[in-house]
């Protein structure tokens, strides 16, 4: 049997995210044991890391975060060195909808982990590293960037569910001295995203020849992040953030979302020879999102100098990737979106 140095929990592998760190975790540190922990929502798909299920060095754990008994059972036989924890309910949208389920897994969820790494896990030597958003800050006017010391101050039931589990982080780390890091990063874009989210949606329904629902005049600005890029910062923060601190992370790469809807139109035009123009005259502006922020945009200057991190990808190059792999994978659009996606979209759109 091979000798592991270290064992990693990481929470939310099935995701979005998530399958980007186990991808890269597993393949980078053979010497780690990786355990991936996820409850299989809707948004998670082991079909995003089936490349991945002979690797030695991995295994996967279906559980619920919540349920604090099985996760101090795991905690207590795995002596977890660190955990990487990424479970969440991730989208505004549905936390407008439902926000009790929201804190349930992001509050409840986080606070059960952190007994249980407190508990057992490797306190010593070890991390708790939270992953987070930069919707904790609201929203920005047409100036200025969020640093970590912009004051909190979420606006949709979400961004208030991840600013309260990163308050009990910080809290973990002050009164019991549980070793932890939290980061903060922009929007993600990449292979493997759920579609609900703007990228995958727009791309699904410009296919299908369906109104693209810009939200408002689509006037609000999100930065974008490549997934693959977020996955490193997460990487050098494990393993050299310091201890009780905060990283922020972002593309520094804001788009207005009607211009990002638009050169997404574009390049499907091209890619699916079809007239200049054609598939932008699905843009449809419907109700706004309540409480829609209007601009994110992050200083990650302290991620930069202190761990030397940046984005190695443009986004031209990322965006087209991005775009081939969710047309290359209609299997996989086709899988997620068969079972209650349909009820879903026609009660978020429907009356919109
Ligand atoms: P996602 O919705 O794609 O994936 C979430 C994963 O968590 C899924 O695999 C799901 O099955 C799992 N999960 C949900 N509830 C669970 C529970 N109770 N127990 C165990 N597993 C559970 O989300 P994502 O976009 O990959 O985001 C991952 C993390 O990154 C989240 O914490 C999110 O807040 C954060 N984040 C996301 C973005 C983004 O742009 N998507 C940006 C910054 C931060
Ligand atoms: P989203 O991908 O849901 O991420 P977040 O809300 O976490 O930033 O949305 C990105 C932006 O796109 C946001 O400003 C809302 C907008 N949007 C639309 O205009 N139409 C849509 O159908 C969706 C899902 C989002």
Same mark, same amino acid.
Request: charged fraction near 20%; proline fraction near 4%; glycine fraction near 8%.
């Given at each position: 049997?091979? %000798?592991?140095?270290?064992?990693?929990?990481?929470?939310?592998?099935?995701?979005?995210?998530?399958?980007?760190?186990?991808?890269?975790?597993?393949?980078?540190?053979?010497?780690?044991?990786?355990?991936?922990?996820?409850?299989?929502?809707?948004?998670?798909?082991?079909?995003?890391?089936?490349?991945?299920?002979?690797?030695?060095?991995?295994?996967?754990?279906?559980?619920?975060?919540?349920?604090?008994?099985?996760?101090?059972?795991?905690?207590?036989?795995?002596?977890?060195?660190?955990?990487?924890?990424?479970?969440?309910?991730?989208?505004?949208?549905?936390?407008?909808?439902?926000?009790?389920?929201?804190?349930?897994?992001?509050?409840?969820?986080?606070?059960?982990?952190?007994?249980?790494?407190?508990?057992?896990?490797?306190?010593?030597?070890?991390?708790?590293?939270?992953?987070?958003?930069?919707?904790?800050?609201?929203?920005?006017?047409?100036?200025?960037?969020?640093?970590?010391?912009?004051?909190?101050?979420? =606006?949709?039931?979400?961004?208030?569910?991840?600013?309260?589990?990163?308050?009990?982080?910080?809290?973990?780390?002050?009164?019991?001295?549980?070793?932890?890091?939290?980061?903060?990063?922009? =929007?993600?874009?990449?292979?493997?995203?759920?579609?609900?989210?703007?990228?995958?949606?727009?791309?699904?329904?410009?296919?299908? !020849?369906?109104?693209?629902?810009?939200?408002?005049?689509?006037?609000?600005?999100?930065?974008?992040?490549?997934?693959?890029?977020?996955?490193?910062?997460?990487?050098?923060? +494990?393993?050299?953030?310091?201890?009780? %601190?905060? +990283?922020?992370?972002?593309?520094?790469?804001?788009?207005?979302?009607?211009?990002?809807?638009?050169?997404? !139109?574009?390049?499907?035009?091209?890619?699916?020879?079809?007239?200049?123009?054609?598939?932008?005259?699905?843009?449809?502006?419907?109700?706004?999102?309540?409480?829609?922020?209007?601009?994110?945009?992050?200083?990650?200057?302290?991620?930069?100098?202190?761990?030397?991190?940046?984005?190695?990808?443009?986004?031209?190059?990322?965006?087209?990737?991005?775009?081939?792999?969710?047309? %290359?994978?209609?299997?996989?659009?086709? =899988?997620?979106?068969?079972?209650?996606?349909?009820?879903?979209?026609?009660?978020?759109?429907?009356?919109?």
């Amino acid at each position: 049997m091979a %000798e592991y140095t270290h064992t990693l929990l990481i929470t939310g592998g099935a995701g979005f995210i998530g399958s980007h760190v186990v991808r890269r975790m597993v393949n980078l540190y053979p010497q780690y044991r990786i355990v991936n922990l996820d409850a299989l929502t809707y948004a998670g798909n082991l079909e995003n890391l089936r490349d991945l299920e002979s690797a030695p060095n991995y295994s996967f754990v279906k559980a619920d975060i919540t349920d604090a008994a099985a996760m101090e059972e795991l905690f207590a036989r795995e002596k977890f060195d660190g955990v990487i924890h990424l479970a969440a309910e991730s989208h505004v949208d549905r936390s407008i909808s439902n926000p009790i389920e929201f804190v349930m897994t992001n509050v409840v969820g986080t606070v059960v982990l952190l007994n249980a790494f407190k508990a057992h896990g490797n306190t010593k030597t070890g991390r708790f590293y939270h992953v987070s958003t930069d919707e904790v800050y609201g929203t920005l006017g047409d100036e200025g960037k969020f640093t970590e010391s912009t004051p909190y101050d979420p =606006n949709s039931p979400y961004s208030a569910s991840k600013a309260s589990s990163d308050h009990f982080v910080r809290a973990y780390h002050e009164t019991f001295k549980v070793p932890v890091v939290i980061s903060n990063c922009s =929007n993600n874009y990449g292979s493997h995203q759920f579609p609900e989210k703007l990228i995958p949606l727009m791309i699904r329904n410009i296919q299908q !020849c369906k109104p693209l629902p810009v939200y408002g005049k689509g006037d609000n600005i999100r930065d974008w992040l490549w997934v693959e890029d977020h996955a490193s910062a997460i990487d050098a923060i +494990y393993h050299g953030g310091r201890l009780g %601190e905060t +990283y922020n992370i972002g593309g520094n790469n804001e788009w207005k979302n009607l211009d990002l809807v638009h050169k997404l !139109c574009e390049i499907m035009d091209r890619k699916l020879g079809r007239k200049p123009g054609e598939s932008a005259e699905q843009i449809t502006f419907v109700t706004d999102r309540a409480g829609h922020d209007f601009r994110y945009a992050i200083d990650a200057s302290k991620l930069e100098n202190e761990l030397g991190w940046s984005p190695s990808v443009a986004f031209d190059q990322g965006f087209e990737k991005t775009i081939d792999w969710y047309l %290359e994978n209609q299997v996989w659009l086709e =899988n997620v979106t068969s079972g209650n996606y349909q009820e879903y979209y026609a009660a978020m759109y429907a009356n919109r």
